[in-house]
């Protein structure tokens, strides 16, 4: 069978065109492939772009931000008290050039130092003054639980912005209380009497070594400090402002107070007429009940809308409903001093009449209001006869947010002033103004609103920003008096002008020297405890000095705090709860005095003389070891090594509980209970001495307080006094300081000598005397204190021996039991056999 021509031709046609459909497929499917491949790879490419640039945004933003801005402050800080530290451009640097990374650091640590004091400065005083004045224009510190994120979705403009900003700020704060005192001080030469710009140092390692360690010391140090006393440099704040603004008359201008009650001022009607019918309060009275409008507004709308309303009273309504007094629109408009405004308006009450007065009322919204006040007043809505319908329907279906968008509605708080609708003589219609009044002054700043717990302004107690939740605080805060006003006459404005100058210099002048004071006072408190010390000027390090002052310093402050709060009161109550002491305790007490005050300061500064100052010159043309002494020098010394120990025992700073806890604060752990290191026999001698509440130390200060500060004459006990703390105490030093002198003594020079000659050796004239004695002490002091610590030297060895002997006796050892596997290993080689 022969297939026909024309149809082989077409199914030759048919397969050739599937063929190519085949391999057109499978170049589409081979394109499709090569599509999703390049898809894939641009999006991978996009995300790598988009992770490098953000890692080059977070890096410039933090570069910026954490090294470039405080080093740049911290080279103009320099440049800018300059010429107050002697020092030349030239010097700096030569300074960098010798030693570029201990120049950077000084200049960051320097620079990152006035910013932090700065922030937490304007911070603090943001929530001191009233929340009318920075609330609004400083932005608050807010929990940051995802930082880099808000780094990164934040354009570059915002970050720029914001740096120009700061950068500004700090400029202009740094300029009036950096720059100009500095040259004031230089101009006046006053600048040689400030220690401060006067350092010494003295480099115990390499200053590149040194240098980096004492500053990171410093910093760490600033931010702890910072950290935990941050709402007393608010509370100083506060305590200032009072103390200046008030001889003047700022307080309501600046500080916050809170509202003691409302005092009706006077009232307004709302229309220009004066003959309205008796019973239209009434009929209004009636529609504000009926109608279906918040609760929160008082309604002068049209009664005659109100279906419910019948036809005698709507005719009555209608009229007798007048022109609105211009004054409501000019309210609602007005962008000067409401209050001012508000004043020139409205009829005020009779100054015959007692005032009338309405507690202040706290709603749930924590708002301040009278009673009976809405949150708004509405005002009537244009008002036609011919289409009162549509103007019913309109009434009834509006609310209040669509009232407001008409402009129909008046805040009943303005400023100062509170208002209540209410009815006047004759039944009409009247707007009462109530004024607050002010009460006590609010302390700033609150307590732990820095805490940065969720819940905002609300929460923390803070002003609030932008649209937070503002706090039952900040509700309760009273206006205050405005600076700028147009209807102040112009004399007035100018002594007020006045006022705000005079208050802006005395702080200047306040922030000035507490500045000076706070730099130079540790710095001068810390050389001269290392110059009782009988340290050399050319080994004092003012770095060390002046951690000692401020050590000093905190301790003092921190002692008398509450005194210094009301140091007048406390002086009067002190002397006129002056009773004499009897004798005996009289006795005692002075007794004690000489002893702590005179006796073993004048034994311990001896002994301190000849241990360490003293050089060996002195034993060898000394005519004796007491008569050639200088006692005033001696007294000193010994005075202040006895008191500062004291100090130390009494915050047990020899114990390891002190320094553990300083490990927990740095790493945010709790503290170590001190309970339970009182009840451990190894540190019975610790507990013995030191702590603040049943150490030796402590008892012993505590009965002088309860005495010179309370006159509690019955507290004198002299086994505190002598048994318990005094005598322990000289016996160790009589005997430190005796014994190698009258061991020195009885040898004598001759004896010595030919005791060194019989060996080979030829000393100089003083130095065995020197070497003899020290060697003496030292010996007798370290066999005082394995005396001292005997019992805990004991359960020492006590465990080291258990330990020793457990090791050797294989105690507290997991042991196996080898001899049935070597019984099962030998049967086995025998049957080998």
């Known amino acids: 069978h022969q297939e026909n021509p024309q149809v082989a031709a077409g199914n030759l046609a048919r397969d050739n065109q599937a063929a190519n459909d085949g391999n057109n497929f499978g170049a589409f499917a081979m394109n499709d492939e090569a599509i999703e491949i390049r898809i894939t790879l641009g999006q991978f490419l996009s995300l790598a772009l988009e992770c490098a640039g953000a890692f080059v945004k977070v890096g410039v933003l933090l570069f910026l931000k954490m090294l470039l801005l405080p080093l740049v402050l911290g ?44 922030t937490v400065s304007v911070l603090q005083l943001r929530e001191v003054v009233h929340p009318a004045l920075l609330a609004r224009m400083i932005r608050p510190q807010e929990p940051q639980p995802d930082l880099l994120g808000n780094l990164l979705s934040e354009s570059g403009t915002t970050h720029a912005k914001r740096m120009i900003l700061s950068l500004g700020i700090y400029t202009f704060l740094l300029t009036i209380h950096i720059w100009l005192p500095s040259y004031f001080l230089v101009y006046c030469g006053l600048d040689v009497y400030v220690p401060f710009f006067r350092p010494n140092f003295w480099y115990i390692l390499t200053p590149q070594l040194q240098v980096p360690l004492e500053l990171l010391v410093f910093h760490l140090t600033m931010l702890g400090f910072l950290e935990k006393y941050k709402n007393n440099i608010g509370g100083m704040q506060h305590w200032w402002l009072m103390c200046v603004c008030k001889p003047v008359g700022l307080i309501d201008y600046l500080l916050p107070r809170s509202i003691k009650r409302f ?151 303005l400023g100062k002033y509170r208002l209540r609708r209410n009815t006047g003589k004759d039944n009409e219609i009247i707007v009462e103004f109530w004024k607050e009044c002010y009460g006590d002054i609010i302390t700033r700043p609150p307590e732990g609103w820095d805490d940065l717990v969720a819940g905002g302004a609300e929460a923390q107690g803070r002003w609030a920003w932008g649209k937070e939740q503002k706090s039952s605080i900040e509700q309760g805060v009273a206006a205050r008096c405005n600076f700028f006003d ?136 000394a005519p004796g070891l007491f008569l050639s002494v200088d006692i005033l020098e001696s007294w000193s010394s010994g005075f202040m090594i006895l008191n500062v120990w004291a100090l130390l025992c009494y915050n047990s700073m020899f114990t390891w509980q002190f320094w553990v806890n300083i490990g927990n604060a740095a790493f945010d752990a709790d503290d170590r209970d001190a309970a339970l290191d009182m009840n451990r026999p190894h540190l019975r001698l610790q507990t013995l001495w030191q702590g603040a509440e049943n150490g030796r130390i402590a008892q012993f200060f505590r009965i002088y307080a309860d005495v010179f500060c309370c006159w509690e004459w019955d507290q004198i006990d002299a086994n505190i006094l002598f048994y318990d703390c005094i005598y322990p105490i000289e016996r160790n030093i009589v005997i430190a300081l005796i014994l190698p002198s009258l061991m020195l003594g009885l040898l004598g020079l001759e004896t010595i000598d030919i005791l060194i000659t019989q060996f080979g050796f030829k000393m100089d004239d003083g130095v065995f005397q020197v070497f003899f004695f020290r060697i003496i002490a030292s010996v007798t002091i370290f066999t005082m204190c394995i005396r001292g610590f005997s019992q805990e030297i004991v359960l020492w060895f006590n465990v080291l021996h258990k330990t020793a002997r457990d090791d050797q006796y294989l105690i507290g050892e997991v042991l196996l039991n080898y001899a049935e596997d070597c019984d099962a290993e030998l049967s086995v080689q025998a049957n080998g056999s």
């Open 75 to 118: 080279i103009w800080l320099d440049a800018a008290t300059l010429n107050a530290f002697g020092c030349e451009t030239s010097q700096r640097i030569l300074h960098a050039g010798n030693d570029l990374f201990s120049s950077l650091s000084v200049h960051w640590v320097v620079g990152i130092t006035f910013m932090l004091l700065v």
């Open 263 to 413: 005092v009706l001022v006077g009232w307004k009607r709302i229309f220009l007429v004066n003959e309205i019918e008796a019973d239209i309060g009434n009929a209004i009275d009636s529609v504000s009940r009926k109608t279906d409008f918040d609760t929160t507004v008082d309604l002068f709308s049209h009664v005659t809308t109100n279906q419910r309303i019948n036809q005698s009273e709507r005719k009555k309504c209608v009229r007798t409903l007048k022109k609105i007094d211009p004054f409501w629109y000019e309210l609602m408009t007005c962008e000067g001093d409401i209050e001012r405004f508000i004043d020139s308006g409205i009829t005020f009450v009779s100054t015959s009449e007692d005032p009338c007065y309405e507690p202040v009322q706290q709603r749930m919204d924590k708002k301040c209001t009278i009673n009976g006040a809405k949150d708004y007043i509405c005002l009537p809505i244009s008002f036609q006869v011919g289409n009162a319908a549509s103007q019913n329907k309109k009434l009834r279906n509006s609310h209040v947010s669509t009232l407001r968008e008409t402009k129909n509605l008046i805040s009943s708080t």
């Open 486 to 621: 147009q209807y102040i006459s112009k004399g007035k404005s100018t002594y007020l002008l006045m006022k705000v100058v005079s208050v802006l210099v005395l702080s200047w002048t306040a922030v000035t020297i507490v500045m000076i004071v706070g730099l130079s006072s540790p710095l001068v408190i810390g050389r001269t405890a290392l110059s009782l010390l009988r340290i050399p000027s050319k080994y004092i390090h003012d770095p060390a000095a002046f951690a000692i002052g401020l050590m000093s310093l905190y301790h003092f402050i921190k002692s008398f705090s509450s005194f210094m709060k009301s140091w007048v009161t406390c002086i009067k109550k002190w002397v006129q709860s002056f009773c004499s002491p009897p004798n005996s305790k009289s006795f005692i007490l002075a007794q004690s005095l000489v002893h702590w005050c005179i006796a073993i300061p004048l034994i311990l500064g001896m002994l301190y003389e000849f241990m360490i100052i003293k050089p060996q010159e002195y034993f060898k043309t």
